[in-house]
């Protein structure tokens, strides 16, 4: 097993280039299962998701070449089957894009749901199936979780999204991209890896318009060519390292961004006291370490997004005053806090409402990564903490960030990675 120790204290400075965005990638290879040719991915984020979905495309039959670190030659023309199991499903919440995207290519999917659940409560999947049935398809619940769709022929139409999904708009365009006639999704998501996802499939020829709108209007097609696309750089990976320079204090040019998706960010920061320099594709962090309240609501794109609401509850932590955090998208998302509280946070949760009087200082300790972003919200708390920091279950955290041991060192952190020894576990661990 691994973990992360950190001697907090230090300030950062120098520069950090930002990886290729997670979320946007692990919606983008499965998507490479409706290509009749052959997709060159540029920028993928060397993750352990992206693994799994690598993983799992060449179990069921694709040809990978690995051009370099970040870049990928993808021919899913081999695959065969329409059947992913739950051995392959179980480590990647993401691996439900499978479903659209087998559906779109083949009128047929039979995916099992991963496991687990990071937020304590039910990830529902309603929207999506919703979204299948409404092009036609019939959807029945197997044993075992496993989703069945198969359609005749998938016939565009109306979809109106009762909640604003990620997942259930990515799904329905994978799934609509190859319908007969016109799909029109209404209330869609509005992130940056939807519409990346959209220029994604418009370069393999694709009709798809409006994405990054709440209405996203797709032309079924009947082929898609293979072609070349470079994945866009990570929101959160950068708004995490935009946190954590604000909490440690210090000065450093996030480098690779695109700094139009990072806007709610950057409100926020401002407004507790950091400067943000913005040029055309990186942001300048520039901060005393001495932050003022702020309050903070998470809510769909272009609102404050919920994968930067643990970290910035830590920089928050101790900030000069009282904040209030309350969470928009998910119903359970503050498991983190009682470990902060360990380090000293004065943080009381009610349902999903947090309410952080700062402190003067976070005192080390040993934590644990609950979840992707918790485990990013621990490293900024080891950061800032007085005395030494171990963090376990960084199995989460290499989910989502590349060698983040290594940019952080270059910028003056004191974090390393350590190996121990500890009774195996047969928990399964789902990510995204
Ligand atoms: N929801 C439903 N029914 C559905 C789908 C969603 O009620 O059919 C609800 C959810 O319960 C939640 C809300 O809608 O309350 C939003 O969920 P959404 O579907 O947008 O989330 P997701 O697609 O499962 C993606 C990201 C998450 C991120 C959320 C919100 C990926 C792989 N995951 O999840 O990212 O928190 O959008 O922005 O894109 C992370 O990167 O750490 C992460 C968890």
Redesign the pocket.
């Known amino acids: 097993m691994e973990k992360f120790v950190i001697n907090g204290g230090n300030k950062l400075y120098g520069e950090v280039n930002i990886s290729g965005a ?2 946007s990638a ?2 983008i290879l499965p998507a490479t299962l409706l290509a009749q040719g052959i997709c060159r991915l540029e920028n993928i984020p060397n993750i352990s998701d992206v693994t799994v979905m690598l993983k799992i495309l060449k179990t069921m039959g694709a040809k990978i070449k690995m051009i370099n670190e970040s870049t990928y030659e993808i021919d899913t023309r081999t695959v065969t089957s329409f059947t992913v199991p739950y051995e392959l499903t179980k480590h990647l ?2 691996s439900y894009y499978l479903i659209g995207a087998l559906l779109g290519r083949c009128n047929s999917a039979r995916v099992a749901m991963p496991g687990g659940c ?1 937020f304590g409560g039910v ?6 199936l919703k979204g299948f049935e409404a092009l036609g398809a019939t959807v029945t619940m197997e044993e075992n979780a496993i989703v069945n769709t198969v359609a005749d022929q998938l016939m565009g139409n109306s979809i109106y999204m009762d ?6 708009t ?1 799904n329905v365009m994978l799934a609509a991209v190859k319908a007969r006639g016109l799909t029109v999704i209404e209330n869609a ?1 509005k ?1 940056p ?1 939807i519409v990346d996802l959209a220029n994604f499939l418009n370069s393999m020829g694709a009709d798809i318009r409006g994405a990054g709108t709440d209405v996203i209007k797709i032309r079924g097609v009947t082929f898609l060519h293979g072609c070349d696309y470079s994945i866009i750089p990570d929101q ?1 990976e950068a708004g995490t390292y935009m946190a954590a320079v604000a909490a440690t204090g210090g000065d450093v040019l996030i480098k690779n961004v695109v700094p139009k998706h990072l806007e709610s960010i950057s409100a926020k920061l401002l407004e507790a006291g950091a400067d943000v320099i913005e040029d055309d594709d990186s942001i300048r962090i520039v901060s005393t370490g001495e932050l003022s309240k702020c309050n903070i609501k998470t809510m ?1 794109h272009p609102g404050f ?3 930067m609401q643990p970290q910035l509850a830590v920089a928050l932590s101790c900030a000069n005053g009282t904040s209030i955090i309350s969470e928009g ?3 359970n998302r503050f498991k983190y806090v009682d470990q902060l509280v360990r380090m000293g946070a004065e943080i009381e949760v009610n349902g999903k409402v947090a309410v952080i009087t700062g402190v003067d200082h976070l005192n080390g300790s040993p934590v644990k990564a609950d ?3 918790a485990g990013a919200a621990m490293i900024i708390a080891g950061l800032i903490a007085k005395g030494r920091t171990e963090i376990e279950n960084i199995i989460y955290i290499d989910r ?1 960030y590349e060698n983040v041991v290594e940019k952080l060192r270059a910028i003056g952190a004191d974090i390393e990675r350590v190996t121990f020894e500890d009774e195996p576990s047969n928990e399964v661990r789902t ?2």
């Open positions: 997670k979320n692990v919606a919440r993401a990071n990830r529902p999947i309603d929207q999506h909640v604003v999904s990620v997942g259930a990515v998501a992130e890896h959160i769909p997004p919920t994968d998208v998910w119903d979840d992707l972003r989502g990510a995204g």
